[in-house]
């Protein structure tokens, strides 16, 4: 059974630092990895999809990495700003590749 | 505009009461899908559609039930079966299963 984790669970940085959020997940038979955004009390907003064929994605001042072997993706945030401050959220589609299995996400913040 | 909804924004439920949760998408998704999310974790998949007229159980159905009779609705009901139906309740279509998920804005479900 897939399990997907996130570390850390929480990080507050000041404004200009570039950071990296981790994944891990246990099963490297996935189809993708997919990179979510979610403010306080709304809907996910999708990032990046990196596809199993893949090793990054880039958008703007995010870029995500996969490394199947090694069961992890990161996401880079380059320059953060305030308006970064966000729970993110990495999903791994899975399970005969029908279902996105979630890990429980990084709370960032980051201050000016 | 075009966008996933889901109303009300906020349901309260009484003891033994059945609540219909709305999700509504003019994307022209086949693939529709619902989560739970708890404070601090990650999302649980209730129920998923790949096509109109037919679903499947997530990792969580007991409780809950939904019907798909048009291809942009996905109704789900949180039954007097559910125990613990406190939550934030995302519903979520994309192209195909193997697509990037949108998400609509939540529900959160609350008991009285």
């Known amino acids: 059974k897939q399990e997907v984790t996130q570390i850390p669970a929480a990080l507050s940085v000041p404004e200009g630092e570039n950071l990296v959020l981790n994944c891990s997940f246990t099963?490297?038979?996935?189809?993708?990895l997919q990179w979510f955004r979610q403010d306080p009390g709304k809907g996910l907003t999708s990032l990046l999809l990196?596809?199993?064929?893949?090793r990054e994605q880039t958008s703007g001042r995010l870029n995500a990495s996969l490394d199947k072997s090694s069961g992890r993706s990161t996401l880079y945030i380059a320059a953060s700003q305030p308006g970064d401050s966000a729970t993110y959220l990495c999903?791994?589609?899975?399970?005969?590749?029908?279902?996105?299995?979630f890990g429980a996400g990084t709370r960032l913040a980051v201050h000016p | 505009d075009g966008g996933i909804t889901q109303s009300p924004k906020y349901l309260f439920r009484k003891e033994g009461q059945n609540v219909t949760l709305s999700c509504e998408q003019n994307?022209?998704?086949?693939?529709m899908y619902w989560y739970r999310q708890d404070p601090g974790q990650g999302l649980r998949l209730i129920y998923y559609?790949?096509?109109?007229?037919?679903?499947q159980k997530g990792d969580i159905a007991e409780g809950y039930s939904v019907s798909r009779e048009k291809k942009e609705s996905f109704p789900l009901t949180v039954t007097s079966a559910q125990k613990n139906p406190t939550a934030f309740y995302l519903c979520?279509?994309?192209?195909?299963?193997?697509?990037?998920?949108?998400f609509g804005p939540g529900t959160r479900l609350l008991v009285l």
């Open positions: 979520a279509s994309s192209l195909n299963y193997q697509e990037t998920q949108y």
């Open positions: 099963d490297s038979a996935i189809y993708n």
């Open positions: 990196i596809q199993s064929s893949q």
């Open positions: 999903a791994s589609l899975s399970g005969g590749y029908n279902k996105l299995i």
């Open positions: 994307l022209n998704h086949d693939a």
């Open positions: 559609s790949q096509i109109v007229n037919d679903f």
